[in-house]
């Protein structure tokens, strides 16, 4: 069973950064195609960026230019480093096997001064 467990969520002040992590579970990490996804209240969960498995990134408009998707395959981690952040992006963060269903818990990352 494959499991993606994340963590670095937490409260920053506008301007500020933070760097997600997910851990994936399994030895077939190094072929996945990963995701970050964010629901704010009220909205509809939306794609933040992704990479595939040989390190192609993409980014929602959004965010282009202020985070960073990464991976570390020997560590069986993807990495979401986000920096100058904005109230907007206030949200519940996953982790996705792209075209699967298997995600991550979410972590909450709040951005209020």
Known sequence: QVQLVESGGGLVQPG????????????????????WYR????KQRELVADIAKGGITNYADS???????????????????MNSL???DT?????????TNYWGQGTQVTVSS
């Not at 997910?22 to 990490?29: K, T």
């Not at 949200?91 to 075209?99: E, F, K, L, P």
């Open 63 to 81: 965010v282009k230019g202020r985070f960073t998707v990464s991976r570390d395959n020997a560590k069986n981690t993807v990495y979401l480093q």
């Open 39 to 42: 629901q704010a209240p009220g």
């Open 16 to 35: 500020g950064s933070l760097r997600l992590s997910c851990l994936v579970s399994g030895s077939i990490f190094r072929l996945l195609p990963m995701a």
């Open 86 to 88: 904005k109230p907007e």
């Open 91 to 99: 949200a519940v963060y996953s982790c996705n096997i792209v075209n």
